[in-house]
């Protein structure tokens, strides 16, 4: 068992799409959102859509938080590495997100920013820990998953005394996110966007476990499936979801049962909750600002807040014009439907952030459906 | 940039909160700092660089047989073509 090639078997999947096929009631149609933008990932590259029969409909959910973080934060990002002459350490998914202007990451490195790309923030610490002279900044995103790792990192600067380490805060939460989608008007009058159950995320569940999503299922009466991010897991998560709609159940249901439990990691919880607050709103790319959907350093923590440390500007940034990376985000419009998609927007030359990173909808349109997926109105760039 | 990949852990350093996992060829030091009980030869979720959640065979086998079950029906025929 290596956990990798066991749930990407074509003989399974074919069992699986069989059911599918059988048990989705062809007089109705299931709308599911995949919250997770690496389900987006794994329907494009392994086909799923194609293994499901007409009335099956994945709708691509913000859980991409390359993609849901607003330029503003990128451009404060640019100002520490810039302005303040800070070493600004970041995950890789964001060296190419664009920024105001087009500015990105990548492009302030190559105007001698020192802008390093870090694999883990055991790398933020050491870099810290090298350049003693030096101010060093982690740009920390993502959602649950991502959040603990930035949390031991601070908690060890305490530790160590570190004078010359900070974190740029932008962690968000997920259960928020799916909560502001249903309540979105688009949503709420169904009048342009039906969702009728989620797949709920793998690695995010692995740490918050699945009980959050609880109360969700039942005030708005979708069922939820927790759902690995193989192909096997989001096939059989579909299966679910649909039998939960053809039952008029609306409960959470794990099928990720080999990694999440109800309670999920209770010693990555506590250490998150030492170390961040919730922060009152905070702006999504896409959702707008967005009440208790994000995270803050504590005041015990301040002298590691780079918020704190540092002068940073209000951002009066604006999305690039034309780019429907916000509406794609809610769900509301589909890749192919932006005017800038593969016309100017390509992965090698992203304008939206939904097509940098490979969890994007609109990279994951690109890179393996653009040929297969007719845009509504016109016919996919080639 | 939620990605984990399972891996195996094949020695520990508990003093320092690290194990080295092997992921094919690949071999990784990776902190350990989120996990409350991790041994050699256990399957971890690595996600940069922490292991974030053990895996467990028992459910992993259980999701397979369930999958396997979910193909498995007499009237499969009358669903029309298999997927292709």
């Known amino acids: ?382 | 940039m939620c990605l984990a990949l399972p891996a195996e852990v094949i020695s520990l350093d508990l003093a320092r909160q690290a194990a080295v996992v092997a992921l094919g060829p690949v071999r990784k030091e990776i902190s350990i700092a989120l996990l409350d009980e991790v041994a050699i030869g256990d399957f971890v979720l690595v996600h940069v660089g922490y292991a974030l959640h053990r895996l467990s065979p028992e459910e992993a086998e259980r999701t397979l047989s369930m999958m396997r079950a979910a193909g498995d029906c007499p009237e499969a025929e009358l669903a029309g073509e298999s997927a292709a």
């Open chain 1, 1 to 382: 068992m290596k956990y990798v090639d066991e749930f990407r078997a074509r003989d399974l999947a074919e069992g699986l799409a069989g059911a599918i096929r059988r048990e989705a009631a062809p007089g109705r149609s299931y709308n599911i959102m995949e919250f997770c933008g690496g389900h987006t990932h794994a329907i494009f590259r392994y086909g799923v859509q194609d293994l499901m029969p007409s009335n099956v409909h994945y709708i691509h959910g913000p859980g991409c938080p390359v993609c849901v973080l607003p330029i503003g934060r990128i451009d404060n990002a640019l100002e520490l590495a810039e302005r303040h002459k800070v070493i600004l350490c970041t995950y890789g998914d964001m060296m190419r997100v664009p920024a105001s202007g087009r500015r990105s990451l990548l492009k302030a490195k190559a105007d001698g920013a020192d802008v390093h790309m870090i694999y883990s923030t055991q790398d933020a610490l050491r870099i810290a820990a090298e350049n003693p002279t030096r101010q060093v900044v982690l740009f920390a995103i993502g959602f649950e998953t991502t959040t603990p790792p930035t949390a031991i990192a601070l908690k060890a600067a305490a530790d160590r005394g570190l004078t010359n380490f900070s974190v740029f805060c932008n962690h968000v939460l997920t259960p928020a996110a799916i909560k502001e989608i249903v309540e979105s008007p688009e949503v709420r009058d169904s009048a342009r966007v039906a969702i009728d159950a989620f797949l709920g995320p793998s690695h995010v569940s692995s740490v918050i476990g699945s009980a959050p999503y609880e109360p969700f299922a039942k005030v708005y009466r979708r069922p939820v499936v927790i759902a690995g991010f193989e192909p096997l897991d989001v096939m059989q998560a579909t299966l679910m979801a649909i039998r939960q709609l053809n039952d008029g159940r609306h409960e959470v249901e794990n099928q990720y049962v080999r990694v999440v439990t109800r309670e999920g990691n209770r010693k990555a919880q506590g250490v998150v909750d030492e170390v961040f607050e919730l922060r009152p709103s905070f702006a999504w790319r896409g959702l707008g600002e967005v009440a208790d959907s994000a995270l803050r350093i504590r005041a015990e923590f301040a002298a590691f807040d780079a918020e704190r440390r540092f002068e940073i500007s209000p951002s009066t940034a604006r999305e690039p014009k034309s780019c429907e990376c916000p509406s794609i985000l809610r769900g509301a419009k589909k890749p192919t439907d932006c005017k800038l998609f593969g016309n100017g927007c390509t992965p090698d030359n992203p304008i939206g952030s939904c097509m940098v990173s490979s969890e994007g909808a609109c990279a994951a349109y690109w890179t393996y459906g653009r040929f297969r997926q007719p845009a509504s109105g016109s016919e996919a760039a080639a």
